[in-house]
């Protein structure tokens, strides 16, 4: 019998991938190899993140306040009189430490060491003040927008405004439930395409009044201008109500896109913003209001 002669599509020589050990061809090793690392590195990275293993809000609270820096100091040294205004000043003008580190707060005029009770006393103040200062309600009470304010987004107080908010959650002071469910959304993507608003996410008053206005009516004559400034380009008519109010829609949530993200970039601090993205559900009870996760009972969150 005539000896066996290879097939042509085997090849004569084979190699190890380095990293699974596993023998293959040479002409497909390399290929093999790149595309092995690339899951093992993914896998890795996954396995190995102690993000992934949150599993409570209480437990995402524990998590970033070890992400303090106790070693270092980030002092804030204030008067009780304009506590926001000087409150933001001082927190921008820290050159020596960040915002990553420990808190301690004195108010001037008044003797004593900072134990914990007036950084708790200064952020609860501060949360407060950001509440009613950059955010707006609905009608409806559930949760704000961000005021549209471009005084505040210049002096990157947005930006401010979300390491104050991050520092408060890892530092013992009240987390900010006043949010509105699609802003929470938007803080943890980045995606505004993805998120659907409707009017009742509408809080800017000038913008629900003209909502009703057009509601109310068939002959928009004299809404015109106000329409067409909320960038709305069709016909103005009665049969293109639900068209207009949509424009209306959009125009008041996406105008406060960059004060969301000012606050993307403050709440990156103790990599809060990637844990609110990696797990949305366990950090909403956090930002909206109404949101409770029964998880977080008992919650250890030390000063």
Not at 31 to 53: K, M, Q, V, W
Not at 85 to 100: E, V
Not at 292 to 298: E, L, M, S, T, V
Request: with cysteine.
């Amino acid at each position: 019998m005539a000896d066996q002669q290879p097939s042509a599509h085997t090849s004569s020589q084979t190699a190890e991938c380095p990293l699974c050990k596993k023998t293959f061809d040479s002409d497909v090793i390399e290929i093999h190899a790149a595309n092995c690392g690339l899951r093992t590195a993914e896998y890795d990275d996954n396995f190995s993140d102690p993000i992934n293993t949150l599993q409570s809000s209480g437990e995402i609270l524990n998590w970033i306040a070890s992400k303090v820096d106790q070693t270092n100091t980030f002092s804030i040294c204030i008067s009780r009189n304009d506590i926001y205004n000087r409150g933001m000043q001082q927190w921008q003008r820290q050159k020596k430490s960040t915002p990553k580190d420990r808190l301690r707060v004195t108010f001037f005029g008044e003797a004593g060491v900072d134990s914990g009770a007036l950084s708790k006393e200064f952020l609860t103040e501060m949360i407060a003040e950001i509440e009613t200062r950059l955010f707006i309600a609905g009608v409806d009470k559930k949760g704000k927008n961000p005021v549209y304010c471009l005084n505040s987004l210049d002096r990157n107080y947005f930006r401010s405004a979300g390491e104050i908010m991050a520092v408060s959650l890892a530092q013992g002071g009240p987390p900010p439930v006043f949010f509105r469910a699609w802003c929470f959304q938007y803080l943890c993507t980045g995606d505004y395409d993805s998120i659907q608003v409707t009017t009742i996410d509408v809080t800017d008053l000038e913008f629900s009044l003209l909502i009703e206005k057009v509601n109310s009516t068939d002959d928009m004559s004299e809404l015109i201008d106000e329409i067409l400034s909320c960038g709305y380009t069709g016909q103005v008519s009665a049969d293109m109500k639900s068209n207009i109010i949509r424009a209306i829609v959009l125009h008041s949530t996406m105008r406060v896109v960059p004060m969301l993200d000012q606050l993307r970039k403050g709440l990156m601090l103790y990599d809060l913003q990637k844990v609110m993205e990696m797990h949305p559900d366990l950090c909403l009870p956090l930002f909206v209001p109404g949101e409770k996760d029964d998880r977080a009972i008992n919650v250890s969150n030390p000063l």
